[in-house]
């Protein structure tokens, strides 16, 4: 069992930046794929990023490509989302997740944190 707890969400300007960061509950956080995603109001949610248990491997979603970067601290048991460039668009609550598997399908992840909402103003 794994529990989740993100945070470093709020309001920002367009063209700003912020760090969300997962809080890992358990000693077995290095053997998970972790995993972000987001759900804008009256949309269904969406992979953001995925990174594998060591942190070798990440996924981005063509929309945050360049501008989102996602890594992990296993001794910490935490993972991070760095957003920069931020748009109005990337307006959101921001999920993280843990999964057996890496991969940036929904199903793949069997825990979920309680989300953070980021608003992104023009």
């Known amino acids: 069992q794994v529990q989740l707890v993100e945070s470093g969400g709020g309001l920002v300007q367009a063209g700003g930046s912020l760090r969300l960061s997962c809080a890992a509950s358990?000693?077995?956080?290095?053997?998970?794929?972790m995993g972000w995603f987001r759900q804008a109001p009256g949309k269904e949610r969406e992979i953001v990023s995925a990174?594998?248990?060591?942190?070798?491997?990440?996924y981005h979603v063509d929309s945050v490509k360049g501008r989102f970067a996602t890594t992990r601290d296993n001794a910490k048991n935490t993972v991070y989302l760095q957003m920069n460039s931020l748009k109005p668009e990337d307006t959101a609550v921001y999920y993280c997740?843990?999964?057996?598997?890496?991969?940036?399908?929904?199903?793949?992840?069997?825990?979920w944190g309680q989300g953070t909402q980021v608003t992104v103003s023009s």
């Open positions: 997740a843990a999964g057996d598997r890496y991969s940036y399908y929904e199903k793949a992840y069997d825990y």
């Open positions: 358990g000693r077995t956080f290095s053997r998970y794929a």
């Open positions: 990174i594998n248990w060591s942190g070798d491997n990440t």
